[in-house]
């Protein structure tokens, strides 16, 4: 079985930029690490203070079950956008590429 080269990036990434993309990559888990727990538990506090507003044992349960799914769906969200904006940088650089050796 032959070995073949890959095909070489036309701009190869500098070193700060690979290093800053990490952070950035690392940033955004972070946020969704965050944000679940942190839209559940902003619901129950809502929930718990309309409990005792409007007299009612049922509205912070409904708190925590209304941030969970908020913040799940802004997690699904931001990973389609993620992914999205990945595959923009990625693949589609070399589309339109009109540039033909003579």
């Given at each position: 079985?032959?070995?073949?080269?890959?095909?070489?990036?036309?701009?190869?990434?500098s070193?700060?930029?690979?290093?800053?993309e990490?952070?950035?990559?690392?940033?955004?888990l972070?946020?969704?690490?965050?944000?679940?727990?942190?839209?559940?538990?902003i619901?129950?506090?809502?929930?718990?203070?309309?409990?005792?507003?409007?007299?009612?044992?049922?509205?912070?349960l409904?708190?925590?079950?209304?941030?969970g799914?908020?913040?799940?769906?802004?997690?699904?969200?931001?990973?389609?956008?993620?992914?999205?904006?990945?595959?923009?940088?990625g693949?589609?650089?070399?589309?339109?590429?009109?540039?033909?050796k003579?």
């Amino acid at each position: 079985m032959p070995f073949h080269r890959p095909i070489p990036d036309r701009r190869p990434r500098s070193r700060s930029a690979s290093g800053l993309e990490s952070l950035v990559q690392a940033e955004k888990l972070m946020q969704i690490a965050l944000l679940l727990p942190s839209a559940a538990f902003i619901g129950w506090l809502i929930g718990s203070w309309l409990d005792k507003r409007l007299h009612q044992s049922w509205i912070g349960l409904f708190g925590i079950v209304f941030g969970g799914i908020a913040g799940l769906i802004h997690v699904v969200r931001m990973v389609i956008e993620s992914g999205k904006t990945s595959q923009n940088t990625g693949a589609g650089d070399d589309k339109g590429n009109t540039d033909r050796k003579s």
